[in-house]
T-cell receptor, first 113, second 115 residues
């Protein structure tokens, strides 16, 4: 079946602009995660959605970052007033249930000029 | 404190030989899971292998095996019969049962397979 998809694959923006990143999880997967990967680094957890439960936002680095998920489908990660330090690859993952193996999308490469 | 430590920034291995990538972890949660992911230069994260903290046997998946030493808190990845396509970044990650299932990643090890 189809894997996790993300769009856009690449995004270049100017400092101060807002950006919206999209994630389509694997169909039927109830858990969805967003991670950030800076160049040459490991992944940092940002936010987690599980069904209708309140999301775990503990990894969001500032209030400029927010995310939504519609039911058990699409999620969008929004970064307001982008800064150069927001430049990174943003990866989305989904799993059938919380705690099970996470399968990753191809990521969105964000460059803030 | 670092929860996942990968001490080898870069490794080389000769094609067809075996290689071990090191990973140590730190948790007080009795229930946890350990994962290895491969990230080729194209950037996607590919799941390789999983070990649960209560699993009695070391996990194996084809040419991948996980050398799990619970008392030493280590979960090393062994790749047997290395292939050129194994050249990539490898990440060790941990999930704690008490922590919503999010993964905590190490800094990664870059593996280069020489022909």
């Amino acid at each position: 079946g189809a894997g996790v998809s993300q769009s856009p694959s690449n995004k270049v923006t100017e400092k101060g602009k807002d950006v919206e990143l999209r994630c389509d999880p694997i169909s039927g997967h109830t858990a969805l995660y967003w991670y950030r990967q800076r160049l040459g680094q490991g992944l940092e957890f940002l936010i987690y959605f599980q069904g209708n439960s309140a999301p775990d936002k503990s990894g969001l680095p500032s209030d400029r970052f927010s995310a939504e998920r519609t039911g058990e489908s699409v999620s969008t990660l929004t970064i307001q007033r982008t800064q150069q330090e927001d430049s990174a690859v943003y990866l989305c993952a989904s799993s059938l249930l919380q705690g099970e193996t996470q399968y990753f999308g191809p990521g969105t490469r964000l460059l803030v000029l | 404190a670092q929860k996942i430590t990968q001490t080898q920034p870069g490794m080389f291995v000769q094609e067809k030989e075996a290689v071990t990538l090191d990973c140590t972890y730190d948790t007080s949660d009795p229930s946890y899971g350990l994962f290895w992911y491969k990230q080729p230069s194209s950037g996607e994260m590919i799941f390789l292998i999983y070990q649960g903290s209560y699993d009695q046997q070391n996990a194996t998946e084809g040419r991948y095996s996980l050398n799990f030493q619970k008392a030493r808190k280590s979960a090393n990845l062994v790749i047997s019969a290395s292939q050129l396509g194994d050249s990539a970044m490898y990440f060790c990650a941990m999930r704690e049962a008490s922590n919503t299932g999010k993964l905590i990643f190490g800094q990664g090890t870059t593996l280069q397979v020489k022909p």
